[in-house]
Nanobody, 123 residues
Framework: QVQLVETGGGLVQAGDSLRLSCAAS????????MAWFRQAPGKEREFVAA????????YYEDSVKGRFTISRDYAKNTVYLQMNGLKHEDTAVYYC????????????????WGQGTQVTVSS
């Protein structure tokens, strides 16, 4: 079975940067979509970014375009989310998710989720 473990969250000031990591295991991920979602207290879960594991195509939610970068390391089976220029509104628990298929990453279908890592942006 697929296991996802997110790390890298923390407390930072507005304008700072963080890099989140999602260590994936349990299978090979060719033909899969790897994505980051986030959820703030009292808010709905929100799509952040996605990457096609094999092709490397990336997709971003509008509010993070130009600030966040999703990438993957084949050797480490790890997906990253580099977050620059963090804003207070980026505060949320960030989750890694995996889905079979390379269709529209915003269309859902994610079945595997990590435990989440907290990102808190002050000021």
């Amino acid at each position: 079975q697929v296991q996802l473990v997110e790390t890298g969250g923390g407390l930072v000031q507005a304008g700072d940067s963080l890099r989140l990591s999602c260590a994936a295991s349990g299978r090979t991920f060719g033909g899969h979509t790897m994505a980051w979602f986030r959820q703030a207290p009292g808010k709905e879960r929100e799509f952040v970014a996605a990457i096609m594991w094999s092709k490397g195509s990336t997709y971003y939610e509008d509010s993070v375009k130009g600030r966040f970068t999703i990438s993957r390391d084949y050797a480490k089976n790890t997906v990253y989310l580099q977050m620059n220029g963090l804003k207070h509104e980026d505060t949320a628990v960030y989750y890694c998710a995996v889905r079979a298929g390379t269709y529209n990453p915003l269309s859902g279908g994610y079945e595997y989720w990590g435990q989440g890592t907290q990102v808190t942006v002050s000021s």
